[in-house]
Nanobody, 124 residues
Framework: QVQLVESGGGLVQAGGSLRLSCAAS????????MGWFRQAPGKEREFVAA????????YYTDSVKGRFTISRDNAKNTVYLQMNSLKAEDTAVYYC?????????????????WGQGTQVTVSS
């Protein structure tokens, strides 16, 4: 069983920054991509960003390009999301997950059960 624990969310003013972390445990993650997703109130969960095992390939949804940066530390089985220039529309619960490829993750195909997520609230 894979366990995913997200942290780092909070309340921030528009234009501010937050750094999210997600620690994965319970299995080996060799060759797995890792990614971030979010779910705003009343909306479906959506893909945000993903990073390949090596870190050489990264993909972002258009709405966060240039503002968010995904990274990972394989030694710690941890993925990060640095969020800058936050907007009110970034308000959501943020989740991480693992997947076979970045492409599959971008289509919401993931390989682990969802964690509890971390709430990000951006005030305008």
């Amino acid at each position: 069983q894979v366990q995913l624990v997200e942290s780092g969310g909070g309340l921030v003013q528009a234009g501010g920054s937050l750094r999210l972390s997600c620690a994965a445990s319970g299995r080996t993650f060799n060759n797995y991509a890792m990614g971030w997703f979010r779910q705003a109130p009343g909306k479906e969960r959506e893909f945000v960003a993903a990073i390949s095992w090596s870190g050489a390939t990264i993909y972002y949804t258009d709405s966060v390009k240039g503002r968010f940066t995904i990274s990972r530390d394989n030694a710690k089985n941890t993925v990060y999301l640095q969020m800058n220039s936050l907007k009110a529309e970034d308000t959501a619960v943020y989740y991480c997950n693992i997947g076979r490829t970045i492409g599959t993750m971008a289509t919401m195909e993931t390989s682990a059960a969802w964690g509890q997520g971390t709430q990000v609230t951006v005030s305008s």
